[in-house]
T-cell receptor, first 108, second 115 residues
């Protein structure tokens, strides 16, 4: 059974700090990795994707991938209250496997 | 921007009714998906389709069927609605098969309540 694990949270971070969200996966053959943000009552929206080992930066967001250790992280710098949401990790091998999500709360 | 449109935002049905959930995408995407999302359980794949008239079962297909007669439209059918099918239903599409093409675009969701 291929799995993607996330801490359900909630993860509480002060405004302006760095939020660090983690995701581990079981399938070593996984090729692409996605972070989706889901606001309460809304549908998921893609915010980051990464295919290669290392870091990928997009504005305040950085995705980090370590295939040897089978984890992928999302860092949010200068966290804002508007970043409060559930963050879903999804991993694609031959099918897309979803984590259950981490609820992030940014406290003003 | 990709637009994925689901026909209803909220739907209330009675046990035993046949329910149709419609989804349309406007970006000529090859792949379409139906998920349900329940608190604490995350996203669970019901059915997906990689081409017109083609369908594949996902992780929880029991009690559901799908139809894809046109590339842009993917319908989810609950043959005889039951209370355990009360859930948020999410339709999604993606460009095509392949490492770079699996980014999903979601519709706004349909919250279905079966009484």
């Amino acid at each position: 059974q291929k799995e993607v694990e996330q801490n359900s949270g909630p993860l509480s971070v002060p405004e302006g700090a760095i939020a660090s969200l983690n995701c581990t996966y079981s399938d070593r053959g996984s090729q692409s990795f996605f972070w989706y943000r889901q606001y309460s009552g809304k549908s998921p929206e893609l915010i980051m994707f990464i295919y290669s080992n290392g870091d990928k930066e997009d504005g305040r967001f950085t995705a980090q991938l370590n295939k040897a250790s089978q984890y992928v992280s999302l860092l949010i710098r200068d966290s804002q209250p508007s970043d409060s949401a559930t963050y879903l990790c999804a991993v694609w091998g031959y099918q897309l496997i979803w984590g259950a999500g981490t609820k992030l709360i940014i406290k003003p | 921007d990709v637009k994925v449109t689901q026909s209803s935002r909220y739907l209330v049905k009675r046990t035993g009714e046949k329910v149709f959930l419609e989804c349309v995408q406007d970006m000529d995407h090859e792949n379409m998906f139906w998920y349900r999302q329940d608190p604490g359980l995350g996203l669970r794949l019901i059915y997906f389709s990689y081409d017109v008239k083609m369908k594949e079962k996902g992780d929880i297909p029991e009690g559901y069927s799908v139809s894809r007669e046109k590339k842009e439209r993917f319908s989810l059918i609950l043959e005889s609605a039951s209370t355990n099918q009360t859930s948020m239903y999410l339709c999604a599409s993606s460009l095509g098969v392949g490492v770079a093409n699996e980014k999903l675009f979601f519709g706004s969701g349909t919250q279905l309540s079966v009484l």
